[in-house]
């Protein structure tokens, strides 16, 4: 079992940037890789970002050349990643959520936590 704590959230004028914490602790051996995903009201969760455990990175097209997702930090017990949003846009707001799992994020390990909420209105 993996443990997902979400931080960094909050109310960001369009254009403005944010930056995302997500902590992952528990079984973090079996990770391949992290991911970011949001969710805004009516729609399916999205995967908008993942990275690997070599590094690689892969983008939603709706967040490419705006959002960074760092490498996978680790620090004993517990993996940390990070979600760089710049030029953020109305469209970007929603509950954002970190999740951990296989190479390809096709098989999650932790559990959906609540989130961080990200709105970006002016």
């Known amino acids: 079992q993996v443990r997902l704590v979400e931080s960094g959230g909050g109310l960001v004028q369009p254009g403005g940037s944010l930056r995302l914490s997500c902590e992952a602790s528990?079984?973090?051996?079996?990770?391949?890789?992290m991911g970011w995903y949001r969710q805004a009201p009516g729609n399916e969760r999205e995967l908008v970002a993942r990275?690997?455990?070599?590094?690689?990175?892969?983008?939603?097209d709706s967040v490419k050349g705006r959002f960074t997702i760092s490498t996978i930090s680790r620090d004993g017990a517990k993996n940390t990643v990070y979600l760089q949003m710049n030029s953020l846009k109305p469209e970007d707001t929603a509950v954002y959520y970190c999740?951990?799992?296989?190479?390809?994020?096709?098989?999650?390990?932790?559990?959906w936590g609540q989130g961080t909420q990200v709105t970006v209105s002016s």
């Open positions: 999740n951990a799992g296989n190479s390809r994020l096709t098989v999650v390990f932790g559990s």
């Open positions: 528990g079984s973090i051996f079996s990770i391949n890789a």
């Open positions: 990275v690997t455990n070599d590094g690689s990175t892969n983008y939603a």
